[in-house]
């Protein structure tokens, strides 16, 4: 009788590790939000999940200070079904609209411009650039620029293209005579 007892605590402990172990395997966890492809960025995001917070910029971009409200959108290149529940470090992106005041955009173009060297001029970025690399959660957060939009990388970086935190910066336009910096960084 107690052999019998033995088998079927077993076999119920056995039973409990298998379902508890279901919630590792990808697409597992039926709580988390639904994820979406873009297919111009080549991006996958939640639609529902766009943050508010600084904490990025502050790791990523120092230079700038402290900055207004900031909208953020994160994800992953691969289908979020067909990973590891932890995915891989140059798996993940983040993209963000930033607000700055009207000093620190002057101050970030005049660092990018000095950065880039004095006879050269700061790249423009169409548009239609930030559309293609932008999930669509923020799309609707970007306003319209007048004034066109430039690459001030070189005034946000420490090497190359890469963000103090490490990342690796995709974009970084700001419009020149508004207060919207748009970035695009994978994660490194």
Known sequence: MTGHRAVAGLAAALGV??????????GGDRDEPEWAYDEESARYYRPDLVSQSTEL????????????????????????ADRAPIPAPDDSWWQAVIELG????????ARAEGTAGALTALEPVTPETIGAILVPTLDGEVEDCAGGWVE??????QSANISEAGDVIELTAMCVDG?????????M
Not at 17 to 26: D, E, N, R, W
Not at 102 to 109: C, G, H, K, M, S
Not at 182 to 187: F, G, N
């Open 179 to 187: 207060t919207q910096l748009v970035t695009s960084a994978r994660d």
């Open 152 to 157: 001030v990388q070189p005034g946000l970086v």
């Open 17 to 26: 590790l298998l379902l508890g172990g279901c919630a590792l395997i990808p």
């Open 102 to 109: 009207a000093e620190q955009r002057d101050a970030l173009i």
């Open 57 to 80: 910029v502050e790791e990523h971009f120092p230079m700038l200070g402290e900055v207004a409200p900031v909208t953020i959108a994160d994800g992953r290149f691969t289908d979020p």
